[in-house]
Structure formats: structure tokens, C-alpha cells
């Protein structure tokens, strides 16, 4: 009896001290994986920062308008190229009666003389 | 054995070391042995104690409070709030579309341990051969041995810059992590934003007055929107190039909520070397710089006559002759020798009638309504650099007759916005901001003039660009509306100088359903052959007229559609529907195409 307790003693002790070394081992890899990764993150957020700050500085509307003047065949959107849908539908009511009386012109012979009405135009 | 155990310890007997119901030694080594056992007890106890007590700790740290343990909950936090356990980086500045005003890069600073330094001479010489532009003398003397342990050699270093050094090796010299504010758009904005010091300390302008906020790491948002910055900008520094003017202000005003979306101030300054503009460049002039605005200030003189029922529209007042009070005499610029009605004497931008007007109001009224149109305080704009206004303490007759037209009373140029837009606002003055609003918080108007006087303010102004001096800021289908001014500029206690003077125009569009106030100074434009008199009808007003064309479409006010119709198609040449003379300014066609939110721009 005496001699199992005597050898069981330093085979748990030695247990112990293996298994609280490979725990410490572990967190310590850990650790440095974390230590990794935060300095990974925090480097990725500087360069986003950079990105930003560049995007922003790309963005200056002097250069861009340099640059559409230089590359597009853009002009400044003028009044009349604007509209609303409400006005949209206004106008389509409006015209279709006209446009129904252009057909019904251009079904019939064109008089002598005078060149047929152009489908679909209308002139104002 | 030198010693036998005699008896049992007995109660109260004789000796210190005795304790009931223990063997008790005698002897002559007895009493060594009670002493030894006493204090291996003693020992003992200790032991226990000390023992219990790293015991307790452990339950405590392992079992009981394991929360308090910084490190061991990393993961947790993290997931919870990503910015947690971050550096603090100053916060950003964006407009209102989110666009980066002010932000920070991580750069690297050069500094000495002059402690380390073998050779400050010989290290001196090479960083200058690195750097140029710094004084090998100052350096050396900087790097001679001394109690500091840290010197800043040069901070914000470029990449390469920082390759270069560390490549070199040279034993006592280290690069630091550091911040650096940048400011992606330079000098656009800068009189807004202002700038922070190599410390990040903020200096001036947003940059100063949110320095607690944004030292805390807070992003702030303003309403400025970065691109009709820019159109107001283009369009005064082409004004002024044009005039020969030694500057311009500018300022657009959303009159609904009284948000700043432009506010610009020429000369600028890079906000990156503020130290090498001129005092002027920094000089923010639109809400530091307080001049007499001249005539754009009958706006307020006929919104407070109508206001105060002392006239109507149509009252006729005597222009023929030169107003005189003592020793002075009040002439008009674009006179019509005869009687006019206060509708004509705003369109003619008349002096004499403007005076009569005010003197019937009388002095009273007209210094109670400066006070509610906010022309006697500071304007309450998130800025260091406010200017407060200069106005007469003792607000005499002659007083009350040059304020009538803008002169004796030096107000911001924001001033005189703000007062527009809360005019042409249904009467209502929202607080001038730069911040973003937020939409669900209510605005704390101030009331200006009433519904009635608003309406007919409008059609005054409207009236003015129509067949008055502001011709030339019509912007075909935005039904702008607005006032000329011209005024000499103040040489202090010595009059004014003739022919220095600030042309401005102050306008609001759409006329219809006010969204925005514009108003545009130019200071001191020449007179050319184009513009042989450099007035604001000249110079202000197609700087207006511009700067409506570019910036509305951005600010989502879409133009009216028949009226271009008109113009396009049917009458080329004429700009609008004629309207009756005797009903000056009718409403201006549809108020529907008027309003659509953003949808031109996003």
C-alpha cells in the first residue's frame, strides 16, 4: 500500500507539471496569434484609412471635372433636359390624340403635290 | 532523558507555555521545548494564513470574478464592438453626402536619443544628406549629448523617407508611429473646417470648435455639401479673376432648415501649411469680416415697412429730390425723378424712398426689427471665428435713415443670409448651422416678418430679376429672385472711398417655394469694358446666376418645365412668361416641378 501511494505521488506531480506546461505552451501560442491577428486587423485598418483618405482626395470635384472635360463628351445637364415623371405623364396624355391623328393622316392618300407627314413626328 | 513528563498541565498552574490537557515538560530543557513548540504553532498558524489567503485569491480570480480579467475576454469585446480596445484616432470630418473633409493617416516621425548618439556631427551630416531642408548646425546641436532622451527630428515622414533612414542605420536615431491630419480636398472648405496643429490640437474653424469631440474619436458630420462648395468656388474665383476684385464671399443657406451647404471665402489657404498663407487667405470673411452691405439691405427695411403695415406695396413715396438731414444728402443711384410706389422704389433700388420709408416706421420699430432678424448678435454658426456686428449704440434719425439702406450697420455676410432665407422662408428664421440636422428634430424658428409680408417679399424679389437691377442673375426655369447692392467701402472715421466697393447680390430660389438663399459678394471689382460700372446688378448677379444653373441640379431643385418650352421652342429670346404690370411677380408657374427631392442628383 505504502508503495503504490509512494510511486503514485510523483507520477501525478509529474502529470501536473507536464500538462500545466503544455497549457501554458498553448495559451502562450495563442497569445501570439492574437497579438497576430490584432496587429493584422489594426494594419488593414490603417490601409483602409489610406484608401479612404485617397478615394476622397480622387473624389476633389475640380479633378473630376478636369477629367470629364478631358475624357467624356458631357456637358452640364441643361433646364430643358430635365423633367419630372408627373410632367412625364402629362405630356403623354397630351400628345395621344395627336398621334393619332398623324396616323390616320398618313392612312389616307397624300394629297397631290405634298409629301406624306412623317409618322411619329410631330413639329411645334 | 534529561527531562519526564510529571503531570498534566494543570489549570492556572505556574508557566507560561502551559495549555490544558497538554503533557508538560520540566526540566531544564523543558522549557526550551515548550518554547520550540510554541513557535513552530506560531509559524504554523502563519503559514495557514498565508496560504488560505492565496487560496481565496484563486477562487476569487478563477471561479468568482473571472470578468475582470482584461485579456481573458478579448474575443467577447471584440465581437461586441469592433472599435473597442482601438487607439484613439482624432475624429473625422465629412459633409453631408459623407465625403472626407478631414482624416488622419499613420505616418512615421523621426526622432533622436541623443544619449545614444556616438557622433552627432558625423549623424548630423548624413540625416541632412537625407533631408535637404533641415539645418545641419540646428541638428548637431540637437544631437549633442544632453539629459533629454527624446528629441522630434522631423515628424510625418514620407514612406519612402522612412525606407531612407532606417536603411541607414545610425545608432540613437528611431522612428515613432505618428498621426497625421490630412485634408483630401485642400483649400475647398478650408474656412469651414479650419485645421489642427502637428499635435492634432484643433486651430481653427470645425477643427476647433468640435476639438473635445473629436479628440474623443467623434466623426462630425456637417451640412456642407462638398460639390456646390465647389460651383460656389469655381464661379466667385472666376469673378474675380474677371473684376480684378482683391476678393469674394459666398454663401448658400437651405432656408428650411437653416443649413450651411456652401460657404466660401477668397483668398484661401492650404489647410495642410496654414502657416504660409497670408493673414487674409486665413481671414474667414463670410462669418468673421463685418461690412455695411448697402442696398441688399432694403430687403429687410421693406420687409419691416410692410411688416409693420406702415406701407403697402402700391404706397407712393416722393423720390424726386435728394433726401437732406443736417449736412448730409441722400441721392439714388438709378434716380427717376418722380413720385414711386414701394414696389418700384425696391426694384430701382431707391435710397430716398428707402429713407422716407424708415423714417416713418420710425427708429424704435426699425431697431426691433433688426433684433428679430437677427442683425444685432453674433450668428450662432458652429465657428470660432464669428464676427459681431457694429451698429450704433445711440440709434439716431440720421442712423435709422443710412441703415434703411445698408450703411451705418456692419453685419457678417452670414448675417444678411440668414435674415433673407428666414424672409423668403413664410417669415420663419431657422438658426444658421453647420452641422447636419437631424431630420426628426424640430427646428426652433424665429419669427421674422408674417405670411403676407413673406409673400410679397418674394414677389419683390423676383420682381427685381425680372425687370429690375438683378437682371442678369436669371436663371431660366429656378425663378430666382433677389437684390443688388453696391456699397463704397468704409475708410474708418474718414467717410468712404469712392470706387472701392463690395458689389454683392443676395438672391433665393426658387421663387415660388423658396429652397435656397445664394448670396454672393465680390470685394472691390474694377470697372472694364464689359462691366464699365462695377456694381452688383454687373458683378454679383451672373456670379448668381451661374452658381444657381450648377449647383441646383446637386441640391435636387429641378427647374420649372414650361417655361424652358417657352424659351426653347416657341419664343426664343424671351425669358419668361410676360407677366401684367400692375401685378408685379404673379406666382410663378408650377410649384409641383419645383420640389423633388434629390431625385436630379442621387
Known amino acids: 500500500m505504502k508503495r503504490v501511494t509512494r510511486l503514485l505521488w510523483p507520477l501525478l506531480f509529474a502529470g501536473l507539471v507536464i500538462g500545466l506546461y503544455n497549457l501554458k505552451a498553448q495559451v502562450e501560442d495563442q497569445e501570439k496569434e492574437l497579438a497576430r491577428i490584432q496587429r493584422a486587423i489594426e494594419d488593414e485598418r490603417e490601409a483602409i484609412q489610406v484608401l479612404r483618405a485617397e478615394w476622397s482626395y480622387l473624389n476633389q470635384p475640380e479633378r473630376l471635372r478636369r477629367l470629364a472635360a478631358a475624357k467624356l463628351d458631357l456637358q452640364p445637364v441643361a433646364q430643358r433636359q430635365m423633367a419630372s415623371f408627373e410632367r412625364f405623364a402629362q405630356r403623354l396624355a397630351e400628345a395621344a390624340p395627336v398621334e393619332t391623328a398623324v396616323l390616320a393622316t398618313t392612312s389616307r392618300d397624300p394629297a397631290p403635290g405634298r409629301p406624306a407627314p412623317q409618322p411619329g413626328f410631330r413639329s411645334r | ?602
Request: net charge positive.
Open chain 2, 1 to 602: 532523558m534529561m527531562f519526564r513528563i510529571r503531570e498534566l498541565c494543570r489549570p492556572l498552574s505556574p508557566g507560561a507555555q502551559c495549555r490544558p490537557g497538554q503533557p508538560r515538560f520540566e526540566g531544564p530543557l523543558g522549557a526550551a521545548i515548550e518554547t520550540g513548540r510554541t513557535r513552530l504553532l506560531v509559524l504554523g498558524g502563519l503559514f495557514f494564513l498565508a496560504f488560505a489567503l492565496v487560496g481565496g485569491r484563486l477562487v476569487d480570480v478563477t471561479l468568482l470574478k473571472p470578468a475582470a480579467d482584461p485579456k481573458r475576454n478579448v474575443a467577447k469585446a471584440a465581437a461586441a464592438d469592433p472599435e473597442a480596445g482601438r487607439e484613439f484616432f482624432r475624429g473625422e470630418i465629412a459633409d453631408a453626402k459623407g465625403e472626407l473633409l478631414a482624416t488622419n493617416l499613420v505616418t512615421w516621425s523621426l526622432y533622436a536619443d541623443p544619449k545614444m548618439i556616438l557622433d552627432p556631427a558625423a549623424t548630423a551630416a548624413r540625416l541632412v544628406r537625407l533631408f535637404p531642408e533641415l539645418d545641419r548646425k540646428d541638428l548637431a546641436e540637437k544631437l549633442k549629448p544632453s539629459d533629454k532622451r527624446f528629441v522630434w527630428l522631423r515628424r510625418h515622414l514620407t514612406p519612402k523617407e522612412y525606407q531612407e533612414v532606417i536603411a541607414e542605420g545610425l545608432p540613437g536615431i528611431g522612428a515613432r508611429k505618428d498621426r497625421r491630419r490630412v485634408y483630401p480636398h485642400g483649400s475647398l472648405g478650408a474656412h469651414v473646417v479650419g485645421y489642427a496643429d502637428i499635435d492634432n490640437h484643433g486651430i481653427a474653424g470645425v477643427e476647433r470648435q468640435f476639438d473635445g469631440r473629436l479628440k474623443r474619436g467623434e466623426r462630425i458630420q456637417l451640412s456642407l455639401d462638398l460639390r456646390v462648395q465647389h460651383v460656389l468656388r469655381e464661379e466667385l474665383a472666376a469673378a474675380v479673376k474677371r473684376h480684378h476684385a482683391i476678393g469674394a464671399m459666398g454663401v448658400i443657406l437651405d432656408v428650411h432648415t437653416g443649413e450651411t451647404k456652401a460657404l466660401v471665402s477668397l483668398p484661401e489657404f492650404d489647410p495642410h501649411e496654414p502657416g504660409r498663407a497670408s493673414e487674409e487667405g486665413r481671414f474667414n470673411r463670410v462669418t468673421l469680416g463685418t461690412y455695411e452691405m448697402g442696398s441688399t439691405f432694403k430687403i429687410l427695411n421693406t420687409a419691416m415697412a410692410l411688416d409693420s403695415s406702415v406701407a403697402t406695396l402700391t404706397k407712393v413715396y416722393d423720390a424726386r429730390f435728394p433726401l437732406k438731414h443736417g449736412k448730409f444728402t441722400i441721392n439714388d443711384y438709378h434716380g427717376k425723378g418722380r413720385a414711386l410706389s414701394v414696389t418700384e422704389i425696391f426694384q430701382f433700388s431707391s435710397n430716398i424712398g428707402s429713407a422716407k420709408m424708415a423714417i416713418e416706421a420710425g427708429t424704435p420699430r426699425q431697431r426691433a426689427f433688426m433684433g428679430r432678424a437677427g442683425m444685432l448678435k453674433p450668428v450662432s454658426i458652429e465657428l470660432p471665428e464669428i464676427g459681431a456686428p457694429l451698429y450704433p449704440r445711440d440709434w439716431k434719425p440720421l442712423n435709422t435713415i443710412t441703415i434703411s439702406y445698408g450703411h451705418g450697420i456692419s453685419v457678417t455676410p452670414l448675417h444678411l443670409a440668414a435674415a433673407v432665407a428666414g424672409i423668403v422662408n413664410d417669415g420663419k428664421r431657422a438658426p444658421v448651422t453647420l452641422v447636419k440636422r437631424d431630420p426628426k428634430e424640430p427646428i426652433p424658428y424665429i419669427p421674422v416678418v408674417n405670411s403676407k409680408t413673406s409673400a410679397e417679399m418674394r414677389q419683390l424679389m423676383r420682381l427685381v430679376v425680372e425687370k429690375g437691377t438683378g437682371k442678369r442673375a436669371e436663371a431660366p426655369g429656378y425663378f430666382v429672385g433677389g437684390k443688388t447692392g453696391t456699397a463704397d467701402k468704409s475708410a474708418g472715421k474718414k467717410g468712404y472711398r469712392r470706387n472701392t466697393r463690395i458689389s454683392s447680390f443676395v438672391a433665393a430660389f426658387p421663387m415660388n417655394a423658396p429652397r435656397y438663399v445664394v448670396l454672393v459678394m465680390i470685394d472691390e471689382p474694377k470697372a472694364s469694358a464689359d462691366t464699365p460700372e462695377a456694381t452688383g446688378g454687373a458683378v454679383a448677379a451672373p456670379v448668381v446666376r451661374e452658381v444657381v444653373l450648377k449647383a441646383a441640379p446637386l441640391l435636387g431643385v429641378l427647374p420649372a418645365e414650361n417655361t424652358s418650352e417657352l424659351t426653347d421652342e416657341k419664343k426664343p429670346g424671351q425669358k419668361a412668361p410676360a407677366k401684367p404690370p400692375a401685378k408685379p411677380a404673379a406666382k410663378p408657374a408650377p410649384p409641383a416641378a419645383g420640389r423633388l427631392e434629390r431625385a436630379a442628383t442621387e
